[in-house]
């Protein structure tokens, strides 16, 4: 029985040195010799070094090359991450942040996904208030109105805005929606006001995938007559916190949402954060 117990522990333990290895890849040292890895795992023998630098690559997550030796992550690291990638539901990770986003401000708040030209809420929590503006889940809106909208568009590729902008709805004026545009770009997040609904004023920031690719938005919106500026100051903080930790979630880097948009975009000011 000890027998067995203690080969169950070196075995678990085998697997800890593993991800000890894969872990010390870093993108400022994706390159690393067998010296670099001892180096950053000083607890691992040479020869136990090598057997499992071995092991992993015999399984496609790790690859070496030169003379001498040098290692880097494998393309079996890469499907791991894919299909981690593909788990992950923009609804699910959304929901408790969506919730505290509604507990922060105290107005409905609310999850948008991008579906062709259109943006779709996926979720929503409405605000306590018998006076409230609630749009309901499954509801559409062209992405050149509204907050929602506009937060979505501002982000896309160069590529894909292009035919949205000569298709966009009738009464919608193409040069004040590209001013408007560069202007969200150029602070992260977007405010409208009676833009959908009369009497409404709505905040939203885009939220990004893995690939940098904005997705979608998230947002707060309420009546004018109760929402001052002490409200939409604090509520803008907090709608940006929102779809930071959102993207996070959905495996974007955390420090580039907003300092690195998507292609065809404007680097958005570091100020944001501390508006």
Known sequence: MARATSKKILSVRAVDRAIDILQCFTPDKPIMSVLDIQERIPSLSRP??????????????????????????????????????????????????VQHLREQTNETAALFILRRDQRLCVLEMA??????????????????????????????????????????????????????LDGIRAEGFAVSRAEVFAGAI???????????????????????????????????????????ELSSALGHSANSVWSKPSAGTRTVRKSVRAS
């Open 48 to 97: 136990t070094l090598y057997r499992l630098l071995q092991t992993l690559a015999a399984r496609g997550l790790v690859r070496s090359s030169g003379d001498p030796q040098r290692f880097s992550l494998d393309y079996g690291v890469g499907q791991l991450a894919n299909n981690w990638m593909a788990s992950i539901d923009p609804i699910g990770a959304g929901q408790p942040i």
């Open 127 to 180: 605000a306590p208030h018998f006076l409230k503006i609630s749009r309901g889940v499954g509801e559409t809106e062209h992405i050149s109105r509204g907050a929602s909208g506009k937060a979505i568009l501002a982000f896309m590729s160069s590529e894909d805005i292009e035919p949205i902008l000569r298709a966009i709805p009738r009464g919608i004026d193409r040069k004040q929606l590209l001013q408007s």
């Open 202 to 244: 709505a905040i939203a920031a885009p939220y990004f995938d893995h690939s940098r690719k904005v997705v979608g938005s998230i947002g707060v919106f309420g009546p004018q007559a109760r929402l001052d500026q002490t409200w939409e100051k604090n509520a803008i903080r907090s709608v940006i916190r929102a779809a930071s």
